[in-house]
Structures are given as structure tokens and as C-alpha cells.
């Protein structure tokens, strides 16, 4: 992983780095997510039930419920019928609408299975599945870029821009991320160019401190351009590999948002005129559709070179993914699976995939959840 920058793997960390907390520590430690929201009570609520939270999760288990949600309906359509045919392909074609792999998207996994009926050929589960996740494979891998393959950089450190609107996970994101970078032996800094409220910056500064990365920060009331300017200064200084800046979500005026990105890409570009090299958007899975017109949106304003989707678990709209792959062809680069600080796994097509379809586990919610609607609808035929 990051193999790009391990080149300068021996080269002895010159930014200072906050140690004496081993992970164990850090898995109690659930202060940092007191400071996402400006209410006191709410985020000490928040804190007893984040960060600390179960580091073995996975794209599997994050996926559950979008599982249940779509894919464990597929055998009941089924159960309706062996085989496809084009009133129950619309059926299908709805339930893929529901798990937000987006309208064209679900045209197009549909439409691979119809040519397949027009062929003469039998489409039952097993191939009906087959199809999909073929297809969807496909999109997923179509940017071919997987997971981080970033490019080495020679002029300096790769900087790395994370946007997205509030609260989609953008700072958390940052300090799973440079854990991941930080124990691949790379060295890395922190930019905390979110100067729209204090508490953001406090927030990346304890999830360096968790990490063991410093953070550059500015003054009360400092402009992000100005923060920028002396972390990449910093980082070109120190020889540091990477330099991961974080910025505000809340501006959610557009022209507003527009011009505070710009500034901050100016003023990266005045020390590495070949930066950012890799801008990020941070997307909550949960929110849908409405992600892909953020993604829309940012991309307009600062092209992207990466999505981070968060939040996959607990949420049944998991496809997503596949529509934002489908309609923007940015690379999926992590995704994020729960609060805790390994909770951050990179994207690959054909995991994404197999885990949607996990048959042990879908056939464990098909049971559970063997849906009344079904048994009836079989029953009127039945009669
Ligand atoms: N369940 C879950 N929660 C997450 C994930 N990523 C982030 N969060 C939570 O989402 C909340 C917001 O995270 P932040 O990192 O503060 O989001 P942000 O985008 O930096 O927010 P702003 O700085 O306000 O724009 C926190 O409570 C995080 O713990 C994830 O993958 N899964
Ligand atoms: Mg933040």
C-alpha cells in the first residue's frame, strides 16, 4: 500500500510527532467526536457511542444492510417465479432503483439481463445474479484506478485536498487515513484548513495526536489560503511524503465554497505549482442520491480525483457507490465502515461486489426477513 512514496521510507520523520498513546488507548479515547457539532449535549452524546466503537468491521458487515435491503429481495421475486421475464424484470428494476444504484444505472443491469431473455436464454437467480454482478464489477472498475494507487511525486510531498459538505466524516476520514498512510512508514502532515469554526481545528489536532502526526494549524481568524501556505511550506521543508489538508464543510453557499477552494488552491499552487496532486471528496453513503449531486457540484467547482464514501454501515443505500462510479467515473478510492480509528478500508470492485451478494449472510436476512407481501402475493396466485 502507498508503495508510491515508500521510496523515502528510510528517511528519518522530520516533523515532530505526538507519541505515548498505543492503540488500545486510542480505541477508549472518544473525546474527538465531541467536537463535529457546535452543541455541547449533543456531542457529548455522540461521545459515548463513537470512536471506540469495534475495529474489526469490514465492507461485508458495513454492507448488511443494503444486503437486506435489495439483494436479499432478489430470491423473492424468484420465488415467484424461476425464471425472468419482463413484468418481474421490472420488479427488479424498482428494487434496484431502492437500493440508490441510481435510475440509469438499474436500467443498465436490467437491460444485460433482457438482452440475455431475447437471446432465448433462461434467466433464473443464479444467472439473474450473475449478470448484475458482472456488470456491476464492470462500472465499478471502469476509472481503473483501484484503492490508492497514487502517483509518486519527485518536486515534494503529494498533497492531498479532502472536500465535502458538513459533517459527511471529512476530518474523521483524515485521521483514519493517516493512520493508514503513517503505518505504511510514510511520513505525513496534517493541514487543518477548516478555520470556519475552533473547534475543527481542535478536532484534527487530537486525531494527530491519536495518530502521531503533527498538525499544522494558523491563527485565531486565519484565512485557509494562509494555513495552506505554511503547511505546504512546511511539509516541502521537512521533506515530509504527504500533506493531507482538511477544509470546511459548512459553507454550503456555492460561490462561497468556490471562492474559499480557490484561495486554497492558489496558495498550494504558489509553493508546488504541481499541486494538489489528488483532491478527495468525502461523501456519506447515507445520504443517496444527494451525494451524487454533491459530487456533481465539486466536481464543477475543483475536479476530483478520488471518492471517499463513509458511513456504508447502517445505511440499506450502499449502491450509491455504483452510481456515482456509473454517472461520474471517479475513482472509489476508501470507504468508510464505522467511527473507529481501522474503519477505513480501501475500495476494491470485485469485494464490493461479492459482498452485496454474500449468499450466506443474504440468505440469513432473506429468512429472517422472508417478507409477508411475498407469501401473500403467491398465495392470490396460488388461489
Ligand atoms: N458510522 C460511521 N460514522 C462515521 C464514519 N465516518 C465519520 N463518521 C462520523 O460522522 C460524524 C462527522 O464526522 P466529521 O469527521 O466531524 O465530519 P466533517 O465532514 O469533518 O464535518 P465538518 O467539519 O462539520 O464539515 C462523526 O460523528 C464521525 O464519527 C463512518 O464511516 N461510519
Ligand atoms: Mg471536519
Redesign the pocket.
Known amino acids: 500500500m502507498f508503495g508510491f512514496l515508500k521510496a523515502k521510507k528510510d528517511r528519518k520523520e522530520k516533523t515532530p510527532t505526538v507519541s505515548g498513546q498505543d492503540d488500545a488507548t486510542l480505541k477508549k479515547d472518544d473525546s474527538i467526536?465531541k467536537?463535529?457539532d457546535k452543541s455541547e449535549s449533543r456531542s457529548e452524546l455522540?461521545a459515548d457511542t463513537?470512536?471506540a466503537k469495534g475495529d474489526d468491521k469490514n465492507i461485508n458487515s458495513a454492507l448488511s444492510k443494503t444486503r437486506q435491503g435489495f439483494f436479499s429481495r432478489i430470491g423473492q421475486v424468484f420465488s415467484l417465479k424461476k425464471n425472468l421475464d419482463e413484468e418481474s424484470l421490472t420488479e427488479m428494476e424498482a428494487l434496484l432503483v431502492s437500493a440508490d444504484v441510481g435510475i440509469k444505472t438499474a436500467s443498465d443491469l436490467i437491460n444485460e439481463a433482457r438482452e440475455e431473455i431475447k437471446k432465448g436464454r433462461e434467466v433464473n437467480e443464479e444467472i439473474f445474479k450473475e449478470i448484475i454482478k458482472k456488470k456491476m464489477t464492470e462500472i465499478l472498475s471502469q476509472s481503473g484506478i483501484s484503492g490508492n494507487s497514487l502517483k509518486r511525486r519527485d518536486d515534494g510531498p503529494t498533497v492531498l485536498l479532502i472536500v465535502?459538505?458538513?459533517?459527511?466524516?471529512?476530518?474523521?476520514?483524515i485521521g483514519k487515513l493517516a493512520k493508514i498512510i503513517k503505518d505504511d512508514g510514510i511520513s505525513i502532515l496534517l493541514c487543518a484548513a477548516?478555520t470556519f469554526r475552533a473547534a475543527?481545528v481542535e478536532?484534527l489536532e487530537m486525531w494527530g495526536q491519536r495518530v502521531g502526526v503533527s498538525v499544522v494549524k494558523g491563527a485565531v481568524d486565519a484565512k485557509p489560503a494562509t494555513v495552506v501556505y505554511d503547511a505546504v511550506k512546511r511539509a516541502q521543508e521537512s521533506e515530509t511524503d504527504c500533506l493531507i489538508i482538511?477544509t470546511?464543510?459548512?459553507l454550503h453557499n456555492k460561490v462561497n465554497l468556490m471562492s474559499e477552494l480557490e484561495g486554497i488552491r492558489n496558495s498550494i499552487k504558489r509553493h508546488m505549482p504541481s499541486a494538489p496532486h489528488e483532491v478527495w471528496l468525502?461523501i456519506d453513503g447515507a445520504t443517496g442520491q444527494n451525494a451524487l449531486n454533491q459530487a456533481k457540484q465539486f466536481n464543477e467547482i475543483c475536479p476530483l480525483t478520488g471518492i471517499i464514501v463513509?458511513?456504508?454501515?447502517?445505511t440499506p443505500k450502499g449502491g450509491i457507490i455504483v452510481a456515482i462510479q456509473r454517472e461520474l467515473n471517479i475513482p472509489i478510492r476508501y470507504v468508510?465502515?464505522?467511527?473507529g480509528i481501522s474503519?477505513?478500508k480501501p475500495f476494491s470492485a470485485s469485494e464490493f461486489v461479492d459482498a452485496l451478494f454474500d449468499e450466506d449472510r443474504a440468505m440469513i436476512a432473506s429468512d429472517l426477513k422472508l417478507s409477508a407481501n411475498a407469501t401473500i402475493r403467491r398465495q392470490r396466485r396460488e388461489n
Open positions: 467526536n467536537f463535529h455522540k463513537t470512536a465535502g459538505v458538513n459533517g459527511v466524516g471529512k476530518t474523521t476520514t477548516d475543527a478536532q482538511d470546511a464543510g459548512r468525502v463513509t458511513k456504508l454501515d447502517g468508510g465502515v464505522g467511527e474503519d477505513l
